[in-house]
């Protein structure tokens, strides 16, 4: 068995012989990496004061070194597609950023100032709706009442909607845009309102009323250059005030009844009309027809009194007898008296009396002539006849 040798034996020699060496201690480990770590920082051998304030000195600049690039890095920015982004340098207008990812200078040097150019926003006059502010919301009477150009007043109320055009005019032109807005809305709705009659604006006017306000108050935000654009301008409500309300209501009634009266007068005449023009070119065409049937008829009695003339002028005497007999022909015909030729011999008798009255019409009596005594002349007698008349 071998002998344990103690380290301090064989004149102090270590067990693993002559050329060998001691491990390093932990507490040497960490010295010699600081010392390497402060030559790499220092660049050169220094005491141990000197060493502690190189390393404080190094530590500081890496801190510097990453708050840069922090500082840099908060530079960083993106705006949203309804936004528009606009940088300040030192509070002085830079540019303007769209869409996307883009860089400034960090605070304090410039600033960004997101704003929502596609927002709606709205702005209501002579009331307000309940909001979290204004919970009860109501009438607001200094507003809302106003004098028309007949010198009536009326209690209107307006809702206006708009979204912010130029952005830099906006931010930059006026204090405080939206209030701009209200007043010009104000003064726009009293000078539209103060140039119209009240029934005009109860009635058909409205929407003329609320176009015209519009164009009216976006000439005055672009002479301000607000930056602002109306989109839309909505007349809530219009009525004579609380005051006048049922004298208002009598009136509303009247002319209500009014044009009912005038609906019905109306409805008759579209009725009457037609039936009358009707009437009128019927009555055109019987005088028409009349007119060709006088001139058709005159025209005849015209040519049958040229062939009588012919006639009469070969033959008078025949012709005159001829129309002596037609004549009192015609004449006789409308009298109930019967005539007889005094020289006939014998005559038949009928009762023309009570075939008048038992209203027989066209009843044609026939009275033949009695031959003559002498019937070896062969002269037969006139036939008369009559005809009764209802």
């Given at each position: ?17 002559e050329?060998?060496?001691?491990p390093p201690?932990?507490?040497?480990v960490?010295?010699?990496?600081k010392k390497?770590?402060e030559?790499?920082?220092?660049g050169?051998?220094t005491?141990?004061s ?15 070194i ?8 908060s530079?960083?920015y993106?705006i949203?597609?309804a ?8 509070g002085?207008?830079?540019?303007e950023t769209?869409?996307?990812?883009h860089w400034?200078?960090?605070?304090p040097?410039?600033e ?19 909001t ?6 109501g ?5 809302s009442l106003?004098?028309?150009?007949d ?8 809702a ?11 931010l930059?032109?006026?204090a405080?845009p939206?209030?701009t ?6 003064s726009?709705?009293r ?12 009635t ?9 306000i519009?164009e009216?108050?976006q ?14 301008v ?7 005030p609380?005051?006048v309300?049922?004298?208002f209501s ?12 005038i609906?019905e007068?109306q409805?008759?005449a579209?009725?009457i009309?037609p039936?009358s023009?009707?009437?009128?070119a019927r009555?055109l ?14 025209e005849?009695e015209a040519s049958?009194?040229?062939?009588i003339?012919?006639e009469?002028?070969?033959a ?11 004549t ?9 008296k019967v ?8 005559m ?7 075939l008048?009255s ?13 031959q003559q005594q002498?019937?070896?002349s ?13």
């Amino acid at each position: 068995m071998e002998s344990i040798v103690a380290w301090n034996d064989n004149n102090n020699q270590n067990p693993w012989g002559e050329n060998g060496q001691t491990p390093p201690e932990l507490d040497e480990v960490i010295k010699d990496f600081k010392k390497k770590f402060e030559g790499f920082i220092g660049g050169k051998k220094t005491s141990n004061s000197e060493k502690q304030s190189n390393f404080s000195a190094g530590g500081l600049k890496y801190l510097f070194i990453i708050a840069l690039l922090v500082w840099l890095i908060s530079g960083i920015y993106i705006i949203d597609p309804a936004e528009r982004g606009v940088v300040l340098r030192f509070g002085a207008f830079q540019e303007e950023t769209g869409q996307g990812p883009h860089w400034h200078l960090p605070f304090p040097i410039e600033e960004v100032t997101r704003v929502n150019v596609e927002q709606i926003r709205s702005a209501e006059i002579g009331y307000r709706n309940a909001t979290v502010d204004n919970r009860f919301g109501g009438n607001v009477s200094s507003e809302s009442l106003m004098l028309t150009k007949d010198e009536n007043m009326i209690d209107a109320k307006f809702a206006v909607q708009y979204k912010i055009n130029v952005v830099q005019d906006y931010l930059f032109n006026v204090a405080n845009p939206d209030m701009t807005l209200r007043q010009v809305l104000e003064s726009a709705i009293r000078q539209v309102v103060g140039k119209n009659t009240m029934d005009y604006i109860l009635t058909e006017g409205r929407s003329d009323i609320a176009d015209k306000i519009k164009e009216k108050s976006q000439e005055l935000l672009n002479m301000y250059a607000t930056g602002l654009e109306i989109t839309t301008v909505n007349m809530q409500d219009a009525q004579p005030p609380e005051q006048v309300q049922a004298a208002f209501s009598d009136a509303v009634k009247a002319r209500e009844d009014k044009q009912r009266l005038i609906n019905e007068a109306q409805t008759y005449a579209n009725d009457i009309l037609p039936k009358s023009r009707g009437k009128a070119a019927r009555m055109l065409e019987e005088a028409k027809a009349y007119k060709s049937q006088v001139i058709s008829k005159s025209e005849g009695e015209a040519s049958r009194f040229n062939q009588i003339l012919a006639e009469y002028i070969k033959a008078p005497e025949v012709t005159k007898e001829r129309l002596y007999r037609e004549t009192m022909e015609s004449v006789l015909a409308t009298t109930s008296k019967v005539v007889v030729d005094s020289k006939a011999n014998s005559m038949m008798y009928l009762p023309l009396d009570k075939l008048i009255s038992s209203k027989q019409q066209n009843t044609q009596i026939v009275f033949k002539e009695s031959q003559q005594q002498n019937n070896e002349s062969g002269k037969s007698s006139s036939v008369f006849r009559s005809r009764e008349v209802r």
